[in-house]
């Protein structure tokens, strides 16, 4: 990611930061609407994954400018995900959803800068989650 990706990732996200709870109806909403069969790996009450999302998302977007800080942690997100039963083409379908939720909740700012910059940033975690989920089944 280029130096202007990051700063329009973490601008952007300044705006949705305020509407985290909204954002994460609207992100869980599209996910399962989109892709119902990953509705039963997630609990009933999503009270608590909509603020771990929001959460990990805040910790991921302010890591960019220092990537080796958050990649272990990124790693281990990965590998947990294992035992959630997720795939590697859930990633597509969350990536999906993510944008759509940025595009919803930042309306005009959304531009397809933003869009291309956001998309390279959940690339890359995403990359590195599959990796390691990867790596831990082959282990």
Same mark, same amino acid.
């Given at each position: 990611? &280029?130096p202007e990706q990051i700063d329009l990732v973490q601008?952007?996200?300044? *705006?949705?930061?305020?509407?985290?709870?909204?954002?994460?109806?609207?992100?869980?909403?599209?996910?399962?609407?989109?892709?119902?069969?990953?509705?039963?790996?997630?609990?009933?009450?999503?009270?608590?994954?909509? *603020?771990?999302?929001?959460?990990?998302?805040?910790?991921?977007v302010n890591g960019l400018t220092k990537l080796d800080?958050?990649?272990?942690?990124?790693?281990? =997100?990965?590998?947990?995900? +294992?035992?959630?039963?997720?795939? !590697?083409?859930?990633?597509?379908?969350?990536? &999906?959803? =993510?944008?759509?939720? =940025?595009?919803?909740? =930042?309306?005009?700012?959304?531009? !397809?800068?933003? *869009?291309?910059?956001? &998309?390279?940033?959940?690339? &890359?975690?995403?990359? +590195?989650?599959?990796?390691?989920?990867?790596?831990?089944?082959?282990?």
């Open positions: 990611m &280029t601008s952007s996200w300044a *705006k949705v930061a305020p509407i985290a709870d909204q954002a994460a109806d609207i992100f869980y909403d599209h996910l399962f609407e989109n892709n119902p069969g990953v509705r039963p790996m997630f609990a009933e009450d999503m009270a608590k994954q909509k *603020k771990a999302l929001m959460g990990m998302l805040a910790v991921a800080t958050i990649l272990p942690a990124v790693q281990e =997100l990965g590998v947990r995900h +294992v035992s959630y039963g997720t795939e !590697p083409a859930h990633y597509d379908a969350v990536g &999906t959803s =993510l944008l759509y939720t =940025l595009g919803a909740g =930042l309306g005009d700012d959304f531009t !397809p800068e933003v *869009k291309e910059a956001w &998309t390279q940033a959940y690339t &890359t975690l995403a990359k +590195v989650m599959i990796d390691a989920a990867e790596a831990s089944k082959a282990a």
